[in-house]
């Protein structure tokens, strides 16, 4: 099952493709990766994920799956040679898809509310609450991580990549606004662990550089704005 | 000896959604029902994040968020897998359980605030939402196939508590003639001697609704529909 051609439909700037990215990366999975215009959305696109007809889609032999975490539990399950991205005990797992689910409900959204905002009142609003999630995923990655490197211990896991995928948005925020989100004081270990990260094989041709990717972003809302109009 | 709790209500969809389970995998538990109005100190130390149930504590350790909760008991206790075991056929269940609780919960409950032309649109979109589940249910009796799955659990409310509500309004979102499949579905579904014991009663269901968390002026214009709905029979 695991040696039929794979394909990942999707666009470098997003955190949801990022997440498969890794994971694909983690597993040494050889694949095609194939560029989408959001805003003109391919057949192909559209034929494999026609309820949703987003990105990121994995297509394994003309299967589609669809959604990013979704994904990532995919590939764990069947290439099943290299590392294992969930942990093993069900209560671990458990702890894993609760932050995970954490970061796509909470906090995700807020960073595109971020990048989204007019004022600079809303803004900044909207970095404070940010923060606090930050606040909440560093006690969990002091919880899971145990002293080790990765939230998954000593090696990548199905956290480090969900919260992984943010990186890029995140650093680009910083960027974009001239601020600190995460900090030696309030997050020091979450601080750590993003350089580690970033600078991981699986990871750091992946994680997108902030100037290019805030630029990509701009014109991005400027084409969709257009296109609405 | 395992020792099982779970922090609920009654009348959650939430919560009954860990209580199917449970009950399909012969699990013994101890039902905490919490007050929303008022939750216990346990409730607040054992989902500290959102401060909501349902939390199931397994030999003294919390797990919440019913769909982490979910996946829990079916890798704990083996009988009567919730999920299938193909990996392709698996991703389909959670993108599936995904779907109904971010997308369809929110589109069919928006359709218990608008009248009118709001009404009109929100029912549309409701419509498109539902669509791809009535093609989903095709040849099947439930979503799980032969048998409840983790689709069938997770859209609990769409068989119980939306049709509930839906009637006492008068509304016509989810109907037999246009949602046949799924009407059939949610006939079955709440026919199951494994589920039903779960449902609260109609009535009280309606007289609690909506949750005063959700603010006083929808409750109030929840009571007007109500009574515009039964003035209108």
């Known amino acids: ?229 | 000896m395992e020792e099982v709790k779970l922090f609920g209500h009654p009348a959650s969809p939430f919560s009954c959604r860990v209580e199917i389970a449970l009950k399909l995998k012969g699990v013994h538990y101890d039902f905490i029902a919490e007050d929303p109005s008022n939750k216990s100190p346990q409730l607040l130390q054992y989902n500290p994040v959102h401060k909501k149930i349902p939390v199931l504590l397994h030999n003294g350790k919390p797990i919440a968020e019913s769909l982490v909760i979910l996946e829990y008991i079916d890798e704990v206790w083996k009988t009567n897998p919730i999920l299938p075991q193909n990996p392709h056929e698996k991703a389909k269940a959670r993108f599936w359980a995904n779907y109904v609780e971010e997308k369809c919960l929110p589109a069919l409950f928006k359709t218990f605030w608008s009248v009118g032309e709001q009404y009109d649109k929100d029912k549309a979109e409701a419509g498109e939402v539902l669509k791809f589940l009535e093609d989903e249910l095709q040849g099947k009796k439930f979503f799980g196939g032969d048998s409840i799955g983790l689709v069938d659990i997770v859209a609990n409310f769409m068989a119980f508590w939306f049709r509930t509500i839906q009637e006492a309004l008068g509304l016509d979102v989810l109907t037999k003639d246009n949602f046949p499949k799924l009407w059939e579905w949610a006939e079955n579904y709440v026919n199951c001697s494994d589920i039903n014991q779960f449902l609260p009663p109609k009535d009280k269901l309606i007289a609690i609704f909506p949750p005063p968390y959700m603010g006083q002026h929808l409750v109030a214009f929840f009571q007007s529909r109500l009574a515009a709905a039964a003035a209108a029979k």
């Open chain 1, 1 to 229: 099952m695991a040696t039929k051609p794979v394909k990942l439909l999707g666009f470098w700037d997003s955190p949801y493709v990022n997440r498969v990215q890794f994971a694909l990366n983690l597993k040494s999975i050889d694949h095609e990766f194939i560029e989408e215009n959001i805003l003109s959305k391919s057949e192909l696109l559209l034929r494999s994920n026609p309820v949703q007809k987003k990105i990121p889609v994995l297509i394994h032999g003309d299967e589609p799956i669809c959604e990013s975490l979704n994904i990532v539990q995919y590939i764990d399950e069947v290439w099943t040679d290299g590392p294992s991205i969930l942990p093993s005990h069900p209560r671990d797992r458990a702890m894993s898809r609760f932050w995970a689910a954490y970061i796509d409900e909470k906090w995700l959204p807020l960073l595109w509310e971020v990048y989204e905002a007019k004022e600079e009142d809303s803004r900044t609003t909207l970095l404070e609450k940010v923060r606090e999630g930050l606040v909440l995923l560093e006690a969990a990655f002091v919880k899971c991580s145990k002293g080790k490197a990765f939230f998954g211990g000593d090696s990548i896991g199905y956290l480090d990549i969900a919260l992984g995928g943010c990186l890029g948005w995140l650093k680009g925020i910083e960027k974009l606004a001239s601020v600190k989100l995460l900090d030696e004081t309030k997050t020091p270990a979450l601080l750590g662990w993003a350089e580690t990260f970033c600078s991981n094989e699986a990871a750091k041709n992946v994680v997108p550089e902030p100037e290019k990717l805030n630029k990509c972003l701009k014109e991005f809302q400027a084409q969709a704005a257009a296109a609405t109009k």
